[in-house]
């Protein structure tokens, strides 16, 4: 039997990045199906009090310097910690949630991944979202015009919100089922799941 993996994540999330890329290896493997939950990662943060690891300096330096690219490393996936981190993912996760249950939904989240994980674009300028979006064959105008519907604003905060009464407290947040795993280095705790 399929098994479903939710997969609460927030772009502007170096270890979001590297638990989707993660999860698409292991989606692959075992034949499981990744449900992309959108969330607004500073709305969490504020309802749950905690707080973004690099606000501590020490902490932030050692994740950023050397415990990501040991990750990305182990996972064989590429990472560049971008220049214009903290990244206002605002309008890009309203993307996401305006995408979800379209074709080009997995296209979306691939070309935002990579645009900030990968090449490092500044992808809280809105012209550079829109390049960004058309060089991936998306249609940018559209996305962007969807991130301003009252529905789309709406359905981001219903989603934070829940997941705030479902435990979550930071991204990536993943669930098989009603078992909760946070954090992407949690990643072989999914796979023993999934086995």
């Known amino acids: 039997m399929s098994q479903t993996v939710e997969f609460y994540f927030d772009f502007g999330s170096p270890t979001a ?21 959108p969330i607004l990662l500073g709305g969490l943060f504020k309802a749950t009090g905690n707080t973004s690891p690099v606000t501590v300096p020490a902490k932030g330096n050692y994740m950023l310097a050397h415990d990501l690219p040991r990750f990305a490393a182990l996972y064989q996936v590429p990472l560049t910690i971008n220049p214009h981190f903290p990244i206002n993912t605002l309008n890009l996760m309203r993307g996401a949630v305006a995408a979800q249950g379209k074709d080009y939904c997995q296209a979306y989240i691939e070309a935002v991944f990579n645009a900030i994980w990968v090449d490092r674009e500044n992808m809280g300028d809105l ?9 991936a064959g998306l249609d940018a105008q559209q996305i962007i015009a969807g991130t301003q519907e009252p529905e789309v604003k709406a359905a981001l905060i219903n989603n934070t919100e829940a997941a705030v009464a479902r435990g979550c407290f930071g991204a990536p947040t993943m669930f098989i089922g009603d078992d909760m795993f946070f954090g992407q280095d949690r990643m072989q705790f999914i796979e023993m799941a999934l086995q």
């Open 127 to 135: 012209e550079v979202v829109g390049r960004v979006l058309s060089d």
């Open 17 to 37: 990045y590297l638990a989707h890329r993660r999860l698409q290896q292991l989606g692959a493997e075992y034949n499981c199906t990744i449900d992309y939950r």
